[in-house]
């Protein structure tokens, strides 16, 4: 597949949501609502349960599987409130020592005049900062879109992990192209420039693994489990300074 397949094979009608991936791989999970300022951003979901036996703190971008969902969940363009929400769950992650897991899902950040009056830009900021400085072990998972700062203000962890078909890119391809050569039908040239497939991040080094999908199988899940649970217990083993010393420095590389 070239650049822009995998783009359309990342938006695929029927790919799994990060609700799914919490269903199969968190065990007991509760969801936590609201960033006790403003509202509950339905874009990003998140709560505690365990993986593996290890208790962790989960934050997906959640798009929705069928069109009322999809509503619901704004596509999964997360609104102010939202990352609110997600650093909310992270500092508390942080005060009872839970790993943190995200799942990323997102064609970006919600652009609304709303969500502009009430200060995206300063939220996916601070989400970063915070997630940057979080005195606990962090994972992200790009399953599917990985756009923009959406993305990168769950993306911030010690490693970053994508699957072969996801994506990962400062802007997509159609809007790449509109800016580039203003003619979005040039969105197959965009995205061959971008650099966003699985294998193009693990070569410049803005991912750490590409995980093998096996058609999203239970197996699939299973081993998904396996490897983010063998992941927080080598990390848990690292002391507090030195990770977050680790992780700073992976973003300063760039």
Known sequence: MNAYDIVLKSREKGRPTAGKYIANIVDGFIELHGDRRFADDRAI???VGYVDGLPVTVI???KGEDTNAKIEHNFGC??????????????EAEKFRR???CFVDTSGAYCGI????????EAIADAILKMIRLQTPTLSIIIGEGGSGGALGLSAADEVWITETATYSVISPEGCASI??????????ASACLKLTAQDLIGLGAVER?????DFSEQFFADLKGQIAAFFREKKGVPVERLVEERYARFRKF
């Not at 969500?115 to 995206?120: C, F, L, M, S």
């Open 60 to 62: 997906g971008i959640e």
């Open 99 to 101: 790993p943190v897991l």
């Open 210 to 214: 590409v995980i093998c999908e096996q």
């Open 180 to 189: 580039l050569w203003k003619d979005s039908a040039k969105v197959a040239e």
């Open 78 to 91: 997360a609104h102010p409130e939202g990352y609110r929400k997600a650093v909310r769950l992270m500092k």
């Open 45 to 47: 979901i998140g709560g």
């Open 114 to 121: 709303g969500a502009e009056e009430r200060g995206q830009s």
